[in-house]
């Protein structure tokens, strides 16, 4: 299994259909400048049951809940 994190990234702050975009560093996705963390969530390994996500809820500032 891996853990991506969801993100975009919008410098106009006016994008009403970003692009969203996965990783596995959370780096990359920080809640910081232009890029806007949405939220993580866990692949299954081959043939593993589902698994959950995390979001963030507004007006947070990248914290997973």
């Given amino acids: 299994s891996t853990l991506y994190y969801l993100y975009y990234i919008d410098a106009t702050r ?34 593993a049951s589902n698994t959950s996500g995390k979001y963030v809820a507004p007006p947070r500032t990248g914290e997973l809940r």
């Fill in 14 to 47: 006016a994008n009403t259909a970003p692009t969203i975009l996965a990783t596995t560093s959370q780096a990359t996705a920080a809640q910081t400048g232009y890029t806007h963390l949405i939220g993580a969530v866990t692949t299954p390994a081959a043939a």
